[in-house]
């Protein structure tokens, strides 16, 4: 089955610094790629969403970089703020095969960003 | 998220029977059970599309899911484990390979 690997698993940066999280994942049917946060004792906020189609996605401070022939996928938070600190989480899924519809989470990385 | 609610938000159980509710607003078709052990990631636990059942992972027989209808999803747990000590988070898709989003969990704690 698809297994992520996430890097790394825990982060601390100043605050207006970029903080970069990495994912690599195994199989080549992956086609949807989404990044979640995690606050403590909450649920997982949907941050982006990508298809494979695209390599590079752009919102709100947030950049979403798609190697696919790499099979990578990383997270540029940039100018990071206290806020942003959380457990971010990758997760891919597959649109044909044996992962269609299952999402597999990276492990998480856990971002500090202090003052 | 208010619009995928679970109940109850924190259960503590004995060896009991217990069920737990979840309810979409988003209009999706598709509704799933993860589980998160502590400091691990989410785990697919069910996945239900149209109220059929179109994903069971490796799930131990005291997890039943039922989808009553196509926004609600139950899980009943029975004669519960330590091991299930987690937190169950309700999810929903708009056609079950969309992105999901998640509801804010149930916490169980298994004495």
């Known amino acids: 089955g698809e297994q992520v690997e996430q890097r790394p698993p825990h982060l601390s940066v100043p605050e207006g610094d970029s903080a970069v999280i990495i994912c690599t994942y195994t199989d080549s049917a992956t086609a949807y790629f989404y990044w979640y946060k995690q606050e403590p004792g909450a649920g997982l906020q949907l941050l982006m969403s990508v298809f494979s189609n695209v390599d590079r996605k752009e919102e709100q401070g947030l950049t979403v970089l798609l190697n696919k022939k790499d099979k990578q996928l990383s997270l540029n938070l940039t100018a990071a703020h206290p806020g942003d600190s959380a457990v971010y989480f990758c997760?891919?899924?597959?649109?044909?095969?044996?992962?269609?519809?299952?999402?597999?989470f990276g492990h998480g990385t856990i971002l500090r960003v202090h003052p | 998220n208010t619009k995928i609610t679970q109940s109850p938000r924190y259960l503590i159980l004995g060896r009991a029977n217990k069920s737990l509710e979840c309810e979409q607003h988003?209009?999706?078709?598709?509704m799933y059970w993860y589980k998160q052990s502590a400091e691990k990631p989410p785990e697919l636990m069910f996945l239900?599309?149209?109220?059929?059942?179109?994903r069971n992972e490796t799930v131990p027989s005291r997890f039943i899911p039922e989808c009553p209808d196509s926004s609600k999803l139950l899980l009943h747990i029975s004669a519960v484990d330590p091991e299930d000590s987690a937190v169950y988070f309700c999810?929903?898709?708009?056609?079950?390979?969309?992105?999901?989003?998640f509801g804010h969990g149930t916490k169980l704690s298994v004495l």
């Open positions: 999810a929903s898709s708009r056609t079950g390979n969309e992105r999901l989003f």
């Open positions: 997760a891919v899924s597959a649109n044909t095969g044996a992962n269609t519809g299952k999402l597999t």
């Open positions: 239900y599309n149209l109220k059929q059942l179109i």
């Open positions: 988003l209009g999706h078709n598709a």
